[in-house]
T-cell receptor
Framework: GESVGLHLPTLSVQEGDNSIINCAYS??????FIWYKQESGKGPQFIID?????DKRQGQRVTVLLNKTVKHLSLQIAATQPGDSAVYFC????????????FGTGTLLAVQP | GAVVSQHPSRVICKSGTSVKIECRSL??????MFWYRQFPKQSLMLMAT?????????EQGVEKDKFLINHASLTLSTLTVTSAHPEDSSFYIC????????????FGPGTRLTVL
């Protein structure tokens, strides 16, 4: 029978196009943000991070933008490749003794060849 | 880079039994490790923070007597699911912090628990 459950937001892009994945965070006191990539059946893999004193940070083929005014984070992937297909999570760090991470709901990126 | 391993990667057990999952930091010392669970097509939910040499801190709604955490050394934390039931079936993931100037957590590959 058909399974019932949550469906992740999905972003479908063509190979070679740029991808933009968005995330809204909840805590205005968060001062550190991370993007993780999770492939099926695996643990999250660190992609890029940004601190709240910055609004943009670039890595290899990836850029993270932070808008603290509206509590919004985005991940831009240039020249998307089939290997980029995965679920992407943003996470916010609640500053404190334990540095807990709070994860967003995730976005499934599907790259069409 | 920082590598975190988990063992086992998959486990199937009968209802009522206990299962232990190990999380190891292979090339760094982790004073703090975190345990998450993840249901299909959902996000990671923090269960507890494991501190080396002290009691774990559990998130609201997580039963500490059911999910026993031990962090006996700077490279090993264990999660024991006691008296497992089918609803405990999930993907359990640990992470560890390097304690360096960044707050990056590095994640293990996860353990798929299936309770029959």
């Amino acid at each position: 029978g058909e399974s019932v459950g949550l469906h992740l937001p999905t972003l479908s892009v063509q190979e070679g196009d740029n991808s933009i994945i968005n995330c809204a965070y909840s805590n205005s006191a968060s001062d550190y943000f991370i993007w993780y990539k999770q492939e099926s059946g695996k643990g999250p893999q660190f992609i890029i991070d940004i601190r709240s004193n910055m609004d943009k940070r670039q890595g290899q083929r990836v850029t993270v933008l932070l808008n603290k005014t509206v509590k919004h984070l985005s991940l831009q992937i240039a020249a998307t490749q089939p290997g980029d297909s995965a679920v992407y999570f943003c996470a916010e760090n609640i500053r404190g003794a334990t540095n807990k991470l709070i994860f967003g709901t995730g976005t499934l990126l599907a790259v069409q060849p | 880079g920082a590598v975190v391993s988990q063992h086992p990667s998959r486990v199937i057990c009968k209802s009522g039994t206990s299962v232990k999952i190990e999380c190891r930091s292979l090339d760094f010392q982790a004073t703090t490790m975190f345990w998450y669970r993840q249901f299909p097509k959902q996000s990671l939910m923090l269960m507890a923070t494991s501190n080396e040499g002290s009691k774990a801190t559990y998130e609201q709604g997580v039963e500490k007597d059911k999910f026993l955490i031990n962090h006996a050394s700077l490279t090993l934390s264990t999660l024991t699911v006691t008296s497992a039931h089918p609803e405990d079936s999930s993907f359990y993931i640990c992470s560890a912090g390097t304690g360096a100037t960044t707050d990056t957590q590095y994640f293990g590959p996860g353990t798929r628990l299936t309770v029959l």
